[in-house]
């Protein structure tokens, strides 16, 4: 229908109806204290993603939750405690769900967790995967299902074959290698080619050689920085 859903900072979720230009409340603060949420949760930007089953996910800081648009339900979804390093699963900066039906949760800090809702249990993928670095900026799945994570060092496609991470990073000895490091955005294209927005301009990757050609402001780009 084209409506919006709007989380606030204070982790409440609207729907704004396009039709009736209406804006209508469909939860009180999520990550509240009630809900045994602490600490002064403005400071981390709330995201949200709305998966193919018409569920919402929302994470804000260490606050992870699934909330279910027909029936208004909210599931709380914790990091398990047993785990020595419970205390880094905080910062949550990007959402995304794969092929597979399992959740990426990309951190500040701190790589990436991958949430499988049915097993409900995380896995924790890091550089020892061959994640360029611990910032996840954001996550992308293009048209092929593919994992694209772009961080503030590098760029990485998830080998789901080898199960381990392929990076491509700045290099100023490669004139086609990633022009920029910090990703900022990743698109793709209706001809289904992939784009990568950095800090120093506008790439396209060229699948057939894992190399870049480059945009910037010598092409008529306003401004280097995407």
């Known amino acids: 229908k084209g409506d919006l ?6 982790s409440q979720l609207y729907k704004w109806h396009v039709s009736s230009q209406k804006l209508e409340m469909l939860s009180p603060p999520i990550f509240s204290k009630e809900n045994g949420y602490e600490g002064n949760r403005f400071i981390e930007r709330p995201i949200i993603f709305l998966d193919g089953d018409n569920n919402l996910w929302i994470a804000q800081d260490d606050g992870l939750a699934l909330f279910n648009l027909q029936t208004k339900q909210i599931e709380f979804i914790k990091y398990p405690k047993s785990d020595t390093n419970h205390e880094e699963f905080r910062e949550l900066r990007a959402l995304n769900m794969d092929k597979y039906g399992k959740l990426w949760i990309g951190t500040y800090k701190n790589g990436i967790y991958r949430y499988d809702p049915s097993a409900k249990s995380f896995i924790h993928l890091d550089d020892s995967l061959g ?15 593919n994992i694209w994570v772009g961080t503030g060092d590098g760029l990485n496609l998830w080998d789901d074959i080898n199960q381990q991470f392929i990076s491509f990073k700045s290099d100023n000895n490669k004139a086609d290698s990633l022009l920029g490091e910090i990703i900022q955005d990743i698109h793709q294209s209706r001809d289904g080619k992939i784009w990568i927005a950095t800090q120093k301009g506008l790439n396209l990757f060229i699948p057939e050689t894992n190399k870049f050609n480059h945009f910037d402001r010598k092409n008529g780009l306003p401004t280097s920085l995407i």
Do not use: G, M, T, Y
Not at 5 to 10: C, E, G, T
């Open 5 to 10: 859903l709007i989380v606030s900072a204070a």
């Open 131 to 145: 994640l360029s670095h611990p910032e996840v900026l954001e996550i992308f799945k293009d048209s092929e299902q």
